[in-house]
């Protein structure tokens, strides 16, 4: 039985892309790949700022609190020589509502069907449960033990390690050993995606575990997310930052209309935001609707380039009990 040898590509020490007549025709020569990569980490691990800093442009929300990614959205980017579709997945956590059970289906659904998989591990933290029940799940899909009792993929496994900014030389290398012992890794590579170290590395480390294929979306395409839904995304993660601890999860958002200018005004986009609790709209609103104010403030820009015109956001606060564990509530607010 063969050894795998792991690679692992740190920063700064990566051959030759510094001529840039050499690496023009290198592009040339290469056939151009395409392919879907499944970005699974546990909750909190980076997974939206990694793909903004990968997409170059915020698609999924990136917040402090965990678990606030709740869609699979996919981000793409394109290259000359290869494209690939990110697909994110929601925190990958241990279901306790119907929306939980809703949750992991996402995430079953996005991992069916991709070329690699990108395990997010935090630099900064030890290897924990989470993970580890990340790694029996990938198992479990992508994976079965040979006779020796090895664990054969048929996906390319990528350990992406993240946030080592926080960590000094000698920590980033006894981590990557950790995550060497941890799997058996394609490929280990760090990265920082907020001081943006190492994220083109990432990048072509994913292209070339991409097979041959033609390019899937057009070049201008970022993400295959309706604008509908990632103003949706925009609010709500701007609701969480706004509201510190306070309900990160009974709080739902939908677009419920885009309404076009008229006679040189804005585009009115409606949206409503779903509380649990008649005792939560207050909190959501704010003192002289201060809340309100400040989101619709904070995303102008933000709904301004998503659509691709002047717009102005009408948020409508409403309480929609136990949506958490109703089906048809569930369904219409896109779960
Ligand atoms: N220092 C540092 N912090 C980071 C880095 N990447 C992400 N973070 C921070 O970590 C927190 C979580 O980042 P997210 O990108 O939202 O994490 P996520 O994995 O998408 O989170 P979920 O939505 O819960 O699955 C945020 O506060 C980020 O600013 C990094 O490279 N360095």
Not at 43 to 72: D, F, H, Q
Not at 147 to 168: F, H, N, S, Y
């Amino acid at each position: 039985m063969k050894e795998k040898n792991i690679e692992v590509t740190v920063p700064g020490n990566n051959p030759g892309t510094s001529n840039i007549g050499e690496a023009d025709e290198a592009v040339a020569d290469q056939p151009y790949r395409s392919g879907f990569v499944a970005v699974v980490g546990r909750p909190n691990v980076g997974k939206s700022t990694l793909m903004n800093a990968l997409v170059g442009r915020p698609i999924a929300i990136a917040s402090s609190r965990p678990e606030t990614t709740r869609k699979a959205i996919r981000g793409i980017v394109t290259d000359p020589h290869a494209q690939l579709v990110l697909v994110d997945t929601p925190g990958i956590h241990r279901p306790r509502t119907l929306l939980g059970q809703r949750l992991n289906d996402v995430v079953d659904a996005s991992l069916s069907d991709v070329d690699a998989i990108a395990f997010l591990l935090p630099g900064d933290q030890v290897i924990g449960p989470g993970d580890k029940r990340i790694l029996s799940r990938l198992r479990s899909d992508f994976a079965r033990k040979d006779k020796d009792g090895k664990w054969q993929w048929r996906k390319p496994l990528i350990a992406v390690v993240t946030k080592i900014d926080r960590l000094d030389r000698d920590s980033l290398v006894s981590k990557l050993i950790e995550i060497s012992a941890f799997a058996d890794f394609d490929q280990i590579v760090p990265v920082s995606a907020l001081t943006e170290d190492n994220v083109q590395e990432v990048k072509q480390v994913l292209i070339d575990a991409m097979p041959v294929g033609p390019q899937m979306y057009p070049e201008d395409q970022l993400t295959e997310e309706r604008p509908e839904d990632l103003i949706a995304e925009l609010v709500r993660g701007a609701f969480l930052e706004e509201l510190d601890d306070e309900l990160p999860h009974s709080l739902a958002v939908t677009v419920d209309s885009i309404e076009p200018p008229e006679d040189g005004q804005k585009a009115q986009v409606h949206v409503s935001i779903y509380v649990e609790r008649d005792s939560q709209k207050p909190i959501i609103i704010g003192h002289r609707a201060e809340h309100l104010v400040r989101v619709k403030k904070k995303l102008r820009t933000a709904v301004n380039r998503t659509l691709g015109q002047k717009a102005t956001l009408d948020l409508h606060v409403k309480v929609a009990k136990n949506w958490q564990g109703d089906p048809k509530l569930l369904q219409k607010l896109g779960f």
